[in-house]
């Protein structure tokens, strides 16, 4: 009997190892992905674009050297330096894309920044609010809910058709909420169950992983509001026990 009782338990147990397996490798996925996009962006920038400033500078300085030079010349040299200047304004551009420095700043200037660029490219009104001007986190928790923000950001010039958003990011005992409004077009129930939409399903299960959640609150035609809610010490739990 108590046999037949354990082999009755051993299928959940399965489950809920299989689950906690794919939920460990989520995050192990993306832990290694932050990583790799941080070592790439730091060769961009050391290996390519300290090199890029430095073929500048020579070339400036040889031409300084040039006497009676054509107009040919002239223009050429103008040429050039126009090309290295466009390649060093892309290898910077590719390396903040990749990892913006302003993450080492911590999780509210890394989120104003990130409003600010987003907004005045998409052509968006916005209102960012953060009564701290900092709040104390584990780096890789700021970096997750700033990927979060990307995603919510993509997601508002792809598909809400708005024309403001409201970013309000908070402290309040002991969880870190970040709010974001727009007054597009709203959305259903189906658009966050579409079959190759990853985005919102990635979000919540971040969100999970973390011991928080992400709430969606929309008004047809009217506006989307996404709330992400985590617990401050979440990851740090996380690292005492790996540790
Ligand atoms: N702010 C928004 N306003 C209106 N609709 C939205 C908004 N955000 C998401 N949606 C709807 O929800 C759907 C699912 O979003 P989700 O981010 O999961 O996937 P996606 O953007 O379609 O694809 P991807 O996997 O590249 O993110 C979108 O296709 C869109 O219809
Ligand atoms: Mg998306």
Redesign the pocket.
């Known amino acids: 009997m108590q046999d037949k009782l354990k082999q009755l338990q051993l299928p959940e147990i399965e489950i809920t190892n299989s689950y906690e397996d794919s939920s460990d490798l989520f995050s192990y996925l993306q832990i290694i992905k932050e990583q790799e996009r941080a070592k790439i962006a730091k060769e961009i920038q050391n290996d390519i674009g300290k090199i890029l400033t430095e073929i500048k500078k020579e070339l400036l300085s040889w031409d300084k050297d040039i006497g009676n030079k054509t107009n040919a010349y002239i223009e050429k040299i103008e040429l050039i330096e126009a090309l290295v200047d466009q390649v060093i304004g892309s290898a910077k551009r590719i390396s903040m894309d990749l990892r913006p420095d302003v993450l080492d700043s911590g999780v509210v200037a890394a989120i104003k920044w990130q409003a600010k660029k987003f907004c005045e490219q998409a052509n968006l009104k916005y209102r960012f609010s953060c009564d701290n001007d900092e709040i104390l986190m584990h780096p890789d928790l700021s970096i997750a809910i700033f990927r979060m923000f990307q ?2 950001l ?3 010039s ?5 024309t403001r958003i409201q970013i309000r990011l908070s402290e309040k005992e002991g969880w870190v909420n970040l709010e974001i409004t ?1 007054n ?4 259903s129930d189906q ?2 169950k ?1 079959p ?8 919540r299960e971040r969100c999970q992983q973390l011991e928080g959640y992400l709430l969606i609150t ?1 008004k047809s035609g009217k506006w ?1 509001k ?1 709330s992400i809610s985590i617990p401050i010490k979440s990851l740090e739990k996380a690292s005492i026990n790996s540790s």
């Open positions: 995603e919510i993509t997601n508002i792809s598909h809400a058709n708005a727009d597009g077009m709203g959305m658009d966050t579409k190759k939409s990853y985005g919102i399903r990635g979000m929309t989307t996404i």
